[in-house]
């Protein structure tokens, strides 16, 4: 049976109580909101982990990738959002993937996007199920749901033959905020602006039955659902300290973190030198213009326990500093002894996951598995 | 044949011409300089990169993965320098690459860490071959060349009969600066601690053969590395925008570039949104504190030609904003329709290429060729 102990560093390590725990937290919560769940995969590009949100309860999934959609289905899951603007090139894919079998749907925000999948699917004799994205924030991309735009989309799609599936919103700008009140105001403006794209869209005779909203933090802070059908999210799953400062997890519910060792010291800088750099952290400086900057993430004891002061405070490729947010520790030699084992907990999780190609999952009786994860495009 | 036309977005383009004359440029001043040259492959991690450098006059490389190490090994080179200190937990896995034949070379800077070594090859019957790490500029890790702690583990690695086979050092700071001076000033300093802390070892009566030197910046600034037995470099094989704020090459040297497409528009704004978002071109964000911030990476038309005054201003995980750096493009739609080309080049190509799991290498008759290359620990 493998153990933390026959780890090699650096190493991301996923909490499975923790992780469990995250999933339940989320479902129960949509169950009691009404909404179907849709998890974003992007976030751990695992199968174990996506199972663990099916068997919860989820009903199909989020991809931010083609090879997501094609990963995932190849482990059997058929229903499929690709929640990125499609661009005709990508299209040969898409088909292929839906003629497998795959029930794939992809966005547009543009007449221009909207004719040319309606071009390509008269040629290919496929009606592409499409959604509309809604701009709720401002913060990306997605039409307004006033104007003409969204509705001359509707009708591009839909009279050029393609399935008119319903709306969809990120309201991606609610990584921004920490006051409970602008976030539920947030959550609530995602919703209402979403449901209203919609009512316009059936409205003007055009089929919208699925209304897709979602982000972590709106999904912990909204009230009530009204006219929402379902509801995607994707970091809650391992937490992280940037959701941490927003205000929706604590740092006891972040389930992914770094396993590394102490190769050296600079004691007279107060330094511990880890094997845990940017490449095992990734370069995510999130918590940088947040209320609590953690450098690259907060130290913790081998066994998870974060040590209260002490940051990962700066990183080159395969090395970390460790020291004091504040001060100078000159004891930090005899404090974490060369091999010293600590665990990293991340600014970003899907940031930090992507850098390592499996996951080490600490399962309740200590046992380890390797988690299989995958990534390019 | 394959073509730049028929490659799905992102992906990570390499220009084989430029990267031959960077590589050439680096042999050729090493040449001139009177020193081998190591070139460090973290940057790449690829075999048909690593090849060509050895092909120009390249000498060994450095790794700073024992992966990395196994990976090259097993490509058919043996001469390895382990550039990130040594720590106990790992010498199991230099021991087997040892006895398969791999001439891989470890370094430590402390008497702690050198007395872990020396413990454990005895009781293994192995005889380490172990450089000592000195601290040039104060960046990371390393000894002073002045004081006790550099005789003392270089003592502690001889009495317990391992191979002291040198010092090594890196100059990190050298991409803080851009001014010719003060980077000539650095390799200078660089280059005599180093030569200082061999000489220190030579007179206590240990043995010092090799004084290994090296970073990008000091590597083409030094006036001359008397002392000096070897150099090592890594991103000057595709260099990147922090290197040309450095001021060590041009944006016309720039070898790695992030090839995307236009998936739709917010003009209002002046955003195009492009399918290369943080996950294709890293959360780096190395040109934010230099003389010229390129936020995510300088766009350039498809054929690789810059667009002044287009940057990839912003990300998220799949998605990416082109945008003016000054001032806003209410014509960006019809400048960048949906389903253009373009391609960004890169804040840190080191970061970047880690983000992909192949290259697409652009050759000089326009056939693309796909470059494996590797990642994880």
Redesign the interface.
């Known amino acids: 049976m493998t153990q933390l102990c026959d780890l090699?560093?650096?190493?991301a390590l996923v909490d499975t109580g923790r992780l469990q725990r995250n999933i339940d937290r989320m479902q129960q919560r949509m169950n009691a909101l009404g909404v179907k769940f849709r998890p974003h995969v992007?976030t751990s590009k695992c199968v174990n982990v996506v199972q663990a949100q099916l068997a919860a309860g989820a009903q199909g999934i989020t991809v931010?990738?083609l090879k997501e959609a094609e990963q995932f289905f190849a482990a059997g899951i058929t229903d499929i959002l690709y929640a990125?603007?499609?661009?005709?090139?990508?299209l040969p894919?898409v088909l292929a993937l839906r003629r497998h079998g795959c029930d794939l749907k992809i966005i547009?925000?543009?007449v221009?996007?909207a004719q040319?999948i309606a071009a390509f699917g008269q040629t290919h004799g496929e009606s592409f199920e499409v959604w509309i994205e809604v701009?709720v924030d401002?913060h990306?991309?997605g039409i307004p749901p006033e104007g003409e735009a969204l509705l001359l989309v509707g009708s591009a799609l839909q009279e050029g033959g393609m399935r008119l599936g319903g709306v969809m919103a990120h309201a991606?700008s609610s990584y921004d905020f920490d006051d409970p009140v602008v976030l539920r105001n947030l959550a609530e403006q995602e919703r209402e602006r979403s449901v209203r794209a919609a009512e316009r869209l059936r409205q003007a005779g055009l089929s919208c039955p699925m209304v897709s909203v979602g982000s972590t933090p709106t999904a912990l802070s909204a009230e009530h659902l009204q006219g929402v059908t379902e509801f995607r999210a994707g970091v809650y799953a391992f937490f992280d300290l940037v959701m941490h400062n927003v205000g929706v997890c604590t740092m006891q519910d972040i389930a992914l973190s770094v396993l590394t060792?102490?190769?050296?010291?600079?004691e007279d800088?107060g330094w511990a030198?880890v094997?845990a750099g940017?490449?095992?952290m990734?370069?995510?400086?999130g918590t940088q213009k947040q209320k609590r900057d953690f450098g690259y993430g907060q130290v913790c004891n081998e066994a998870g326990e974060p040590i209260p002061g002490y940051l990962l405070g700066s990183t080159?490729?395969?090395?970390g500093?460790v020291c004091l947010a504040e001060g100078t520790d000159h004891n930090i030699a005899a404090r974490f002894?060369?091999?010293t084992r600590l665990r990293i907990l991340p600014n970003?999780a899907?940031?930090t996951a992507?850098?390592?190609?499996?996951y080490q999952a600490i399962l309740p009786n200590g046992e380890v598995q390797a988690w299989p994860r995958f990534?390019?495009?």
């Open positions: 090699d560093t650096p190493a992007k931010s990738t990125v603007g499609i661009v005709p090139g990508k894919q547009t925000d543009s221009a996007g040319a701009d401002g990306r991309s991606g060792t102490v190769i050296g010291h600079q800088k030198i094997d940017w490449m095992a990734s370069r995510d400086r080159n490729q395969e090395h500093i002894p060369i091999g970003h899907c940031a992507a850098q390592h190609p499996q990534y390019g495009w």
